[in-house]
Structures are given as structure tokens and as C-alpha cells.
């Protein structure tokens, strides 16, 4: 047997042992572990109205902190998702919180907010909370925060309304 066959024998080896061992892991119900929750960073922002709004306002209550803005397209096709669960959810203790990352100015944001018939509040975010977050890395950005305080999970771009809602239930 030459080199390269033993070469190419020992690849094929090693990748259906990898297939086996997913395969048995699905099979067993085994899933990948799930980062521990982290405490999420206080914070303070003024409103679309200039209003400060603070992160102590929402304790107790399961919030979904999105980071966006009004030229990003996946943040606008995720907003009717928000306004449906803050509308079904919110006497369950959700509260659906954006903050804009634009930088054309508040006026833009509250039209967009009309336009888009969005029943939740909307914070003038800037770098400063993007940093406290541990730095944005695309958007939209999206944190699920439990009743604790706590990170429980995180979506970076799009993400179908379905996926939003079976983090939240649990919570709830």
C-alpha cells in the first residue's frame, strides 16, 4: 500500500468516526452546552423624546434588547416579529426594548417608529452601550435577558420570529 493510499484510507477513517459520533450524539438527545448566563450591564439612554430610559425600569421583567438601526435591512424585516410578541406577551412580564444605533438623530427613529407601528420603547444607543455589551458586532444584534438580569441568549442578523419566541416562553 503505498503512502498515499494509506493517507487517504486514514482521512476516510477519521471522517466516518466523526459522522458515527454525530450521528450517536443526535440519536442519544445529547445537545451542545449552552453558555452560563451572564449578568447584563446597567445602563442609561435618552428616547426617542429625549426621556432617560435605564435598564432598572425593566427588572423583573424578560426583555428582548435589540440592537438596530433604520438602514439596516434584516433589523426592519425583523420589527413586525417585535411588535407581535411585545403585543402577545407583554402581560407576561416581556418587554421588547430597541436601541437604535443610527446616527442621523432621534427625528428619523421616530418617524421609522410610526411608519413601522412599533409599541415598544426605542433608546438612542452609542458607542459607549455597544461596548458595555462587549463591543456590537454586526447588526441587527439581538440579547435575551431573563427575570434575573441575566444574558441568556444572543442572535447576531436576522432571526425568524419563531426562534425569538421559543427563548422567551420559558422564561416567561
Not at 424578560?62 to 402577545?88: G, S
Not at 441587527?140 to 425568524?160: C, F, K, M, N
Request: proline content about 6%; charged content about 20%.
Amino acid at each position: 500500500m503505498s503512502k498515499y493510499t494509506s493517507f487517504l484510507l486514514a482521512g476516510a477513517t477519521i471522517i466516518a468516526a466523526t459522522l458515527f459520533g454525530l450521528r450517536f450524539n443526535s440519536r442519544s438527545g445529547a445537545q451542545p452546552s449552552a453558555p452560563a448566563p451572564v449578568p447584563a450591564p446597567a445602563w442609561e439612554l435618552k428616547d426617542v423624546d429625549g426621556q432617560a430610559v435605564t435598564s432598572a425600569q425593566f427588572k423583573g421583567k424578560v426583555v428582548i434588547l435589540d440592537f438596530w438601526a433604520t438602514w439596516c435591512p434584516p433589523c426592519r424585516a425583523e420589527i413586525p416579529a417585535f411588535v407581535e410578541l411585545q403585543k402577545t406577551y407583554r402581560d407576561r412580564g416581556l418587554v421588547v426594548v430597541g436601541v437604535s444605533l443610527d446616527q442621523a438623530g432621534a427625528g428619523i427613529v421616530k418617524d421609522f417608529m410610526k411608519q413601522y407601528g412599533m409599541n415598544y420603547p426605542v433608546v438612542m444607543g452609542d458607542e459607549t452601550i455597544s461596548r458595555s455589551f462587549g463591543g456590537i458586532e454586526g447588526l441587527p444584534t439581538t440579547l435575551i435577558i431573563d427575570r434575573q438580569g441575566r444574558i441568556v441568549a444572543t442572535h447576531v442578523g436576522y432571526s425568524e420570529k419563531q426562534e425569538f419566541e421559543d427563548a422567551i416562553k420559558p422564561l416567561l
